[in-house]
C-alpha cells in the first residue's frame, strides 16, 4: 500500500490546544461493526458502552519533561552563541542520550550544548553523535549529578509540533500531559494521549461495572512525531520502543478473553505492547495466548494485519499519513476510517493529543 492513500485534509482550527476539562467530557465517536456504524458519544459514557466482562488495557507509561532549551558558545571570540531546542527521545546509557535538536546543522562532534534550570548551576551535554532526521548523541556531564532531577527542574513537557509550534508549553501541561494512571521512573518522549481522557471517578465507575482496568508499558519515544516519508508502507522504518507485559497481565488478559470478554487497548501504544506480547508469527492465540515480555518493538500495523490480542481500540484521531492512522484502518479498514474521520471533521471533533477520541468495536 502506498503512504498516499492514507491522506486527508483537516482544518488547522480543529487541532485541540488544551485538554477537555473534565477530561473525560470530550467527545468519543464509536465506530462499530463490520459497516462502521457511527454514534457520537462522551468519554464518561464509556461504562455504558462496555461490557461487564471486558478488560480495558492502559499504557501507565510516565512521561518526562523532555523539551529543553540549551545554548552553544561562540566558536570564536566576539562570536554569538547559538541557542537550541533539545527533545530527548530515547535513553541510550546513564547518562546518554539521542535526542532531536533545532538547528542540528549547526552542532558538530565535540560540541558542548549548556543548560540551566531556574536558580540551579548551569550543566551541560558533550555531542558524541550525529544521526538521521536530525538525531544528535548527547552525553550528559556531571554537572548534574541527580540528571532526572536537574532536567525535571529545566525541561518542559515534550508538547508534539502541531501544538509547540502555536503556544509554548507551561506549568499546566506538566499536569495535562500526564496521565491519571503514570506511574514509576519518568521514560516517554510524549503522552498515550488516549489515556489522557480518564479521571479517577472514571475509573471507579468502570469498575463497578464489571470492567477490568490492566496495564501495559510502552515508553513512547520521539519516533511517534516524525513524518512517514517512504512512499511504499513497506519501506517506512518503525523507531524501536521498549514495552513490558507483565505475567499479571497478561494472565489477566488471556482469562478474560476466554471467559467471553473483550480486550480493548487504550491507546496504539498499549495496542502495540499488546501484540507484541501475543506474537506476530502465532497463529492460534488460544494455543499461545499473550505472555509476559520485556523487549523493544518496533511492530508496525497496517491493513491486512491479523490482530491476535486486541478486539477492539479506544484512541484519538491521528495525523493523516501518520503510523497510527495506518493501525486504526487495519483494526476497522481504510474506507470506514475516512468516513469516520469525514464525520468528525464535519462535527468539528477536536483532533491530535489534546483532543477528542474514538472507540473502535470491529465486531459490535
Not at 202 to 216: A, E, G, H, S
Not at 217 to 225: A, I
Not at 339 to 354: C, D, E, G, T, V
Amino acid at each position: 500500500m502506498r503512504v498516499d492513500d492514507f491522506d486527508f485534509q483537516l482544518p488547522e482550527e480543529l487541532i485541540a490546544l488544551r485538554p477537555a476539562r473534565p477530561r473525560d467530557s470530550a467527545r468519543l465517536l464509536v465506530v462499530r461493526g463490520p459497516d462502521g456504524d457511527l454514534e457520537d458519544r462522551l468519554v464518561s459514557d464509556l461504562p455504558e458502552l462496555l461490557r461487564a466482562g471486558d478488560i480495558l488495557v492502559a499504557n501507565d507509561t510516565r512521561v518526562m519533561p523532555a523539551a529543553l532549551l540549551g545554548a552553544r558558545r561562540a566558536r570564536g571570540p566576539g562570536g554569538p552563541a547559538v541557542h537550541f531546542k533539545v527533545n530527548l527521545h530515547r535513553r541510550l546509557g546513564a547518562r546518554v542520550w539521542a535526542a532531536f535538536v533545532r538547528p542540528g546543522k549547526r552542532l558538530k562532534l565535540e560540541d558542548r550544548i549548556y543548560f540551566r534550570a531556574a536558580d540551579e548551576p548551569v550543566f551541560s551535554a558533550r555531542v558524541i553523535g550525529k544521526g538521521l532526521d536530525g538525531e544528535v548523541h548527547l552525553a550528559f556531564d556531571d554537572g548534574a549529578r541527580d540528571l532526572a532531577a536537574a532536567l525535571d527542574r529545566a525541561g518542559d513537557a515534550p508538547l508534539p509540533p502541531y501544538i509547540s509550534g502555536r503556544r509554548p508549553a507551561d506549568a499546566d501541561d506538566r499536569a495535562d500531559y500526564q496521565t491519571v494512571f503514570a506511574s514509576g521512573e519518568a521514560a516517554s518522549v510524549a503522552a498515550p494521549t488516549a489515556g489522557l481522557h480518564f479521571t479517577f471517578d472514571l475509573l471507579v465507575r468502570l469498575r463497578n461495572c464489571d470492567v477490568t482496568i490492566d496495564y501495559v508499558r510502552l515508553d513512547v519515544g520521539g519516533g511517534t512525531f516524525l513524518p512517514v516519508k517512504a512512499d511504499l508502507l513497506v519501506d517506512h522504518y518503525m523507531h524501536p520502543e521498549r514495552c513490558v507485559v507483565s505475567a499479571a497481565t497478561a494472565t489477566a488478559v488471556n482469562m478474560a478473553r476466554n471467559a467471553g470478554g473483550r480486550c480493548i487497548p487504550v491507546g496504539t501504544t498499549a495496542l502495540r505492547a499488546l501484540e507484541t506480547a501475543a506474537g506476530a508469527d502465532r497463529q492460534n492465540l488460544a494455543a499461545e495466548p499473550v505472555s509476559a515480555t520485556d523487549r523493544e518493538t518496533s511492530i508496525f500495523i497496517w491493513p491486512g494485519y491479523r490482530f491476535r490480542a486486541s478486539d477492539g481500540l479506544m484512541t484519538n484521531f491521528h495525523l493523516p499519513r501518520s503510523t497510527l492512522f495506518m493501525l486504526v484502518s487495519a483494526m476497522m479498514g481504510l474506507e470506514t476510517m475516512q468516513r469516520a474521520y469525514a464525520h468528525a471533521i464535519s462535527a468539528k471533533y477536536r483532533f491530535y493529543s489534546y483532543g477528542d477520541a474514538c472507540l473502535l468495536l470491529p465486531h459490535g
